[in-house]
T-cell receptor, first 114, second 113 residues
Framework: GAGVSQSPSNKVTEKGKDVELRCDPI?????LYWYRQSLGQGLEFLIY????????KSGLPSDRFSAERTGGSVSTLTIQRTQQEDSAVYLC????????????FGPGTRLLVL | GDSVTQMEGPVTLSEEAFLTINCTYT??????LFWYVQYPGEGLQLLLK?????DKGSNKGFEATYRKETTSFHLEKGSVQVSDSAVYFC????????????FGQGTTLQVKP
């Protein structure tokens, strides 16, 4: 079946602009995660959605970052007023279970802020 | 807080050499432990996992044993191939949180023919 898909695959933007990154999880997966992979910080957790529960936003680095998940499926990560330090690969993952369930990762969106 | 420490790379080996990548963790409770691999130009994919102490995860000739007494989950392979060249990430998922993964810094493995 189809895996996790993300769009766009690459995004170049100017400092100060807003960007939206999209994630389509595997059908039927109730848990969805966003991570960021950057040279300086490695792989870090950003936000987690599970069903209709309130999301765990504890990893979001600033209030410029937000995310939503509509209808329990597609998720959008929004970065407002982008800064150069936001440049990274943004990864989305989904899983059937939010504990020891395997997380399946998408190919990522590579964001470059000029 | 919870954390994962893995040996720094890059690690360069000749084909058929023995591989060990060390990983230790700090966590409250009883986390699940994972090794993820990222091949060049590809996304992260699960290599193996173990969910309780003394469990051994294995896949594609790789093995790792969950050692609670030493808080370790070292990755091993008896004979590496050029196709194993990739970045390897050790990670944990705490039993007390949402299942989010906490990753080590990653270890780059290069296998030369």
């Amino acid at each position: 079946g189809a895996g996790v898909s993300q769009s766009p695959s690459n995004k170049v933007t100017e400092k100060g602009k807003d960007v939206e990154l999209r994630c389509d999880p595997i059908s039927g997966h109730t848990a969805l995660y966003w991570y960021r992979q950057s040279l300086g910080q490695g792989l870090e957790f950003l936000i987690y959605f599970q069903g209709n529960s309130a999301p765990d936003k504890s990893g979001l680095p600033s209030d410029r970052f937000s995310a939503e998940r509509t209808g329990g499926s597609v998720s959008t990560l929004t970065i407002q007023r982008t800064q150069q330090e936001d440049s990274a690969v943004y990864l989305c993952a989904s899983s059937l279970d939010d504990r020891a369930g395997t997380q399946y990762f998408g190919p990522g969106t590579r964001l470059l802020v000029l | 807080g919870d954390s994962v420490t893995q040996m720094e790379g890059p690690v360069t080996l000749s084909e058929e050499a023995f591989l060990t990548i060390n990983c230790t963790y700090t966590a409250t409770g009883y986390p699940s432990l994972f090794w993820y691999v990222q091949y060049p130009g590809e996304g992260l994919q699960l290599l193996l996992k173990a969910t309780k102490a003394d469990d051994k995860g294995s896949n594609k000739g790789f093995e790792a044993t969950y050692r609670k007494e030493t808080t370790s989950f070292h990755l091993e392979k008896g004979s590496v191939q050029v196709s194993d060249s990739a970045v390897y990430f050790c990670a944990l998922s705490s039993s007390s949180n949402t299942g989010k993964l906490i990753f080590g810094q990653g270890t780059t493995l290069q296998v030369k023919p």
